[in-house]
């Protein structure tokens, strides 16, 4: 089964930096795409940033200028770097994997995990 765990979640001052990262485990042969999401009470969770296995990168117009993605391929991890942070990206920040393959069961229809997010709090 795959796992996903994020860290690095916490409160920081509005202008501040935090690093998310998140780790897959179990088995896994291949991931498509790797990416952040955010939501916040009473709204839709939405894409910060996504990268493939390739490296293409898609980053939401709001932190487009203040937030990096990168990717370890090898060892199956993302991170998240949030520079410039605003109360506004106070937020649960949840990672994706998108299309992960197992050894067990090359076979089988490539699955979407989610971790169970991560408290970003950023106090203006």
Do not use: H
């Amino acid at each position: 089964q795959v796992q996903v765990v994020e860290s690095g979640g916490g409160l920081v001052q509005a202008g501040g930096s935090l690093t998310l990262s998140c780790a897959a485990s179990g088995g896994i042969f291949s991931i498509n795409a790797m990416g952040w999401y955010r939501q916040t009470p009473g709204k839709q969770r939405e894409l910060v940033a996504r990268i493939t296995s390739g490296g293409s990168t898609n980053v939401a117009d709001s932190v487009k200028d203040r937030f990096t993605i990168s990717r370890d391929n090898g060892k199956n991890t993302v991170s998240l770097q949030m520079n410039s942070l605003k109360p506004e990206d106070t937020a649960v920040y949840y990672c994706k994997v998108t299309g992960a393959r197992v050894y067990d069961d090359l076979g089988r229809t490539p699955g979407d995990y989610w971790g169970k997010g991560t408290l970003v709090t950023v106090s203006s």
